[in-house]
C-alpha cells in the first residue's frame, strides 16, 4: 500500500484502548507541539481552534505543546503558563473545545532547565552547572529548596490544569529539558540525594509524579515522554533508560511511558527525523523501553508517517500506543480522513514547521492551508460557493497551480490547469529528483490527486499563449501561476550553469564544480553532496557568513554533517567576481578585499530566481500567483495561491 493510504477502519491503531485510568477512542494521539499561537503568556482563541481542529480531525489523546511549570521557564510570550492560577479559564475553554469532540486532553508539563532555547536573559536553572550545548548559557545549580520549588511547581501546574477540566498531564523528560538534565548522567554531577546514582538521579521525576499524585483526582491521567537514548557521550543510552524506567514503573506507576531521543546538542539531528531518516527510525528504543515497562502502556514515536504503519507497530508489539506531531500538522484531520477511506495529506518531514517555531513565527506547513491559521480557514470554508459555470483558468501546474485548481474545484468553479511540461509539480517536483529529497514529491502528488478529485482537469504539456488565451471566454478567471526562473549570470571568464541544468547534465561535468549558493536551501547542499558523492571536487561559495541559513536548525545539522562527510568545501562571505587561468577569484563581501579560491571548471548558480514571463497578453484580466508573481519558500507561495482560490469571487475578471 502506498505511503499515506487509506487504511480499514478496522485497524487496530484506530480501535479503542483501555488501560487503567487511560481511556482512548484510538490509539493515535497527537504529541505536544509547540505553535507560537499562544499570546501575553495565555490561550488564544487561535491556540484553542489549533487543537480542536485534531480533536476534530479524530485524535486519539491530544497532548498539549509544552506548558510552563515555574517562572525559571518562560522560553517566551507564546507558551502558556500552567503554574498561573488566573490562566485556568482560558484552559478549561481549552478543555471544553477538544471534550466537545469527545477526545481526552493532556497539557504537557515543561521546565527548559539551563536549555534557555529563546530567552537566555532568563536566569536558567539546573541540576549542576555544566554550560548548555545549545544556548550556551551556563546554568545556575539548583539548591535542595529550589528542587523543591520546582518540584512544587509542576504539581500545582498539573493541580490548575485539573481545575481546569483537563484529564491528566505529560511530564516532558525528554530532549534536554530540565527532567532530563536531572536523569543523565551526562548533565547532573550532584553528590546529594538528587545526583550519582540511577536511583537519585530518578528521583526528581519519581517525587514529581508522586506530588501530582497527591495534587490531584484519582482518575487524572499522568504520562511522562522520555528520551530513551541521548545519543550524546556519557549520556543516557537505552540501557541506562531501561534502568529508570524500571525504577519508575516500580515506585511511581504513569499511565504511558511516551519513548523520544536525542537533546538539544548535535544529537538534535535526531528529534525531529527529517526526510533523510528512514520512517520510524527509533521505533527500536521503544521496543527496548516496553521490556521492562511491566505493563505500562508504551507510546512509540518519531516519523511514523501513517496510521498504517502505526498499527504495524502495534502488531508487531513495539509498542501500545502512537504518537505523531507533524503528520498532524499535515493534516489536522488525520484519524478522519482514514475513516472515511480517504488520503490524510502526507507530511514530506522537511521540517518547515520546526524552522517556524524556533525563528519565533506561529506554526505552519508548507502545503497545509490550515495549520496555523486555523480561525481563518474556517472562516474560508464558510465562504461562498461559485456560482454556477464559472469558469477558471489556471496556467501552470506548480505548487500555487494546483492549490488554486485544488480549492477552486472544491468551491465549485470548473477549473483547467494547463502546464507546459509533462509533470505537475513545477520546482517542488523538480527536487524530488534530487537524491535524499525524494519525499517531497509527495506534496504534490497529493495536491495534484486532490485536484483532479475536486473536478479540476489538469492539462499537461500544453502550453497556452496569447492567442489561445484572448479565445477564452472574458468572464473566465485567469490565474497565472508559472513559476519562476533561475537567474545564471556568466562569471567573467567562465560560462554558468543552473542547478537544475548542472543535475541534468552531471555525467558530463567537469571538475572542480563551484556552486554559488544565493539560495540557502536543501537542494543546493543536496546536489552538492550528490556531485561530492559522485567524485567531483566541489565547493560551496556563499555571500553569507554561514550555509544553510533557509534549514531548519535541527536538519542542519544533517546537512552540515553531509557536506563535510562528503569532502564539500564551504567558503563564506565570498562573492565570486571573475575566474583568472582557471582559478577562482572571489571578493570578501565585507571587506571588500579579493582572494583566489583555487582551480575551477564548472560554474552553477544556485538561483537567485526570478518571476517567469506571464504569458497573458495586455488587455486580459489575470491574477498573478506564486513564484510568478514574486520568487518566495514553498509554504509563502502556497499560502497566497490558497488565499487568492478561496477568495476568488471578490475578484472581478
Ligand atoms: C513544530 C514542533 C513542535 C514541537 N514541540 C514539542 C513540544 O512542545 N514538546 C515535546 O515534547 N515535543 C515537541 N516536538 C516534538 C514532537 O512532539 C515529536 O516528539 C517529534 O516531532 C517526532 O514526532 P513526529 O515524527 O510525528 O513529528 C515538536 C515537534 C515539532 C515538529
Ligand atoms: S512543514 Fe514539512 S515537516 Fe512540517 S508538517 Fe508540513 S510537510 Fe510535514
Known amino acids: 500500500m502506498p505511503q499515506g493510504a487509506a487504511v480499514p477502519t478496522t485497524s487496530v491503531a484506530l480501535s479503542p484502548y483501555s488501560h487503567g485510568r487511560l481511556s482512548l477512542p484510538n490509539r493515535i494521539a497527537f504529541l505536544a507541539t509547540v505553535n507560537n499561537l499562544g499570546r501575553n503568556r495565555a490561550i488564544t482563541p487561535e491556540l484553542v481552534a489549533f487543537y480542536e481542529e485534531r480533536a476534530r480531525g479524530g485524535a486519539g489523546l491530544v497532548i498539549t505543546e509544552g506548558l510552563s511549570v515555574h517562572p ?72 535542595d529548596a529550589e528542587v523543591l520549588e520546582v518540584m512544587d511547581g509542576f504539581a500545582q501546574s498539573a493541580r490548575n490544569l485539573a481545575d481546569a477540566g483537563f484529564d491528566g498531564v505529560e511530564i516532558h523528560g525528554a530532549h534536554g529539558y530540565l527532567v532530563t538534565q536531572f536523569l543523565s548522567p551526562s548533565s547532573n554531577q550532584r553528590q546529594d540525594r538528587w545526583g550519582g546514582s540511577t536511583t537519585d538521579r530518578s528521583r526528581f521525576v519519581v517525587e514529581i509524579i508522586n506530588a501530582i499524585r497527591e495534587r490531584c483526582p484519582d482518575d487524572f ?53 527529517d526526510l533523510s531518516f528512514d520512517d520510524v527510525p ?44 507533524r503528520a498532524w500538522l499535515s493534516d489536522p484531520h488525520l484519524v478522519r480522513r482514514v475513516e472515511r477511506g480517504e488520503t490524510p495529506r502526507p507530511c514530506t518531514y522537511c521540517n518547515t514547521c520546526w524552522h517556524y517555531i524556533h525563528t519565533g513565527r506561529p506554526v505552519t506547513c508548507i502545503y497545509a492551508p490550515e ?28 505548487l500555487a497551480g494546483l492549490e488554486t485548481a485544488r480549492v477552486a474545484s472544491r468551491r465549485g468553479y470548473e477549473v483547467d490547469v494547463y502546464e507546459e511540461s509533462s509533470q505537475a509539480g513545477g520546482r517542488l517536483a523538480r527536487e524530488a529528483d534530487i537524491p535524499g529529497r525524494e519525499r517531497m514529491g509527495l506534496a504534490t502528488q497529493w495536491l495534484q490527486k486532490a485536484a483532479v478529485r475536486e473536478g479540476a482537469r489538469v492539462h499537461l504539456g500544453e502550453q497556452v499563449d496569447a492567442e489561445v488565451i484572448r479565445e477564452w471566454n472574458a468572464d473566465d478567471h485567469v490565474v497565472v501561476a508559472v513559476g519562476a526562473q533561475p537567474v545564471v549570470d556568466d562569471l567573467d571568464g567562465a560560462a554558468a550553469y543552473s542547478l537544475a541544468d548542472a543535475w541534468e547534465t552531471r555525467a558530463e561535468l567537469g571538475g572542480p564544480v563551484v556552486i554559488v549558493d544565493e539560495m540557502e536551501d536543501d537542494p543546493t547542499y543536496a546536489v552538492a553532496i550528490s556531485l561530492a558523492n559522485d567524485g567531483h571536487e566541489v565547493a560551496v561559495v556563499t555571500r553569507r557568513d554561514a550555509v544553510a541559513r533557509n534549514v531548519a536548525y535541527v536538519s542542519r545539522i544533517g546537512v552540515l554533517r553531509r557536506l563535510d562527510e562528503a569532502g564539500v568545501v564551504l567558503h563564506t562571505q565570498l562573492l565570486p567576481v571573475r575566474v583568472d587561468d582557471g582559478v577562482l577569484v572571489a571578493r570578501h563581501v565585507f571587506s571588500g578585499k579579493e582572494r583566489r579560491l583555487g582551480p575551477v571548471k564548472t560554474i552553477v548558480r544556485a538561483g537567485p530566481l526570478a518571476a517567469a514571463r506571464s504569458p497573458v497578453p495586455p488587455g486580459v484580466d489575470a491574477v498573478v500567483v506564486g513564484d510568478a508573481s514574486a520568487p518566495r519558500p514553498y509554504e509563502a507561495v502556497f499560502r497566497e495561491a490558497h488565499t487568492v482560490a478561496a477568495h476568488l469571487d471578490r475578484i472581478q475578471p
Open 371 to 398: 495549520t496555523g491559521r486555523e480561525l481563518e480557514a474556517r472562516d474560508e470554508e464558510a465562504s461562498p460557493a461559485a456560482s454556477e459555470g464559472r469558469r477558471v483558468r489556471v496556467i501552470g501546474a506548480g
Open 282 to 325: 527509533f521505533a527500536h528504543l521503544a521496543a527496548g523501553v516496553r521490556e521492562v515497562a511491566a505493563g505500562t502502556p508504551v507510546m512509540a514515536m518519531a516519523k511514523v508517517p501513517d496510521v498504517e504503519t502505526g498499527s504495524d507497530l502495534i502488531e508487531r508489539g513495539v509498542a501500545d500506543l502512537v504518537g505523531m506531531s
Open 221 to 273: 491521567v499522568v504520562g511522562l515522554k522520555l528520551t530513551a537514548h541521548e545519543y550524546v557521550d556519557g549520556g543516557i543510552d537505552l540501557e541506562e533508560a531501561q534502568a529508570i524506567v524500571s525504577r519508575i514503573v516500580e515506585t511511581a506507576p504513569v499511565e504511558y511511558l511516551g519513548v523520544s531521543q536525542a537533546n538539544f546538542s548535535p544529537s538534535l539531528e535526531y528529534h525531529v527525523p
Open 72 to 143: 525559571t521557564s518562560v522560553p517566551n510570550g507564546t507558551v502558556p503558563l500552567a503554574f498561573d492560577k488566573e490562566l485556568v479559564p482560558g484552559f478549561a475553554r481549552l478543555a471544553d473545545a477538544v471534550h466537545a469532540n469527545d477526545r481526552p486532553i493532556v497539557g504537557q508539563l515543561w521546565h527548559v532547565g539551563r536549555q534557555a532555547l529563546w530567552n537566555p536573559g532568563m536566569q536558567p536553572w539546573s541540576p549542576s552547572p555544566g554550560r548548555d550545548p545549545y544556548s550556551g548559557s551556563t546554568p545556575h545549580a539548583m539548591t
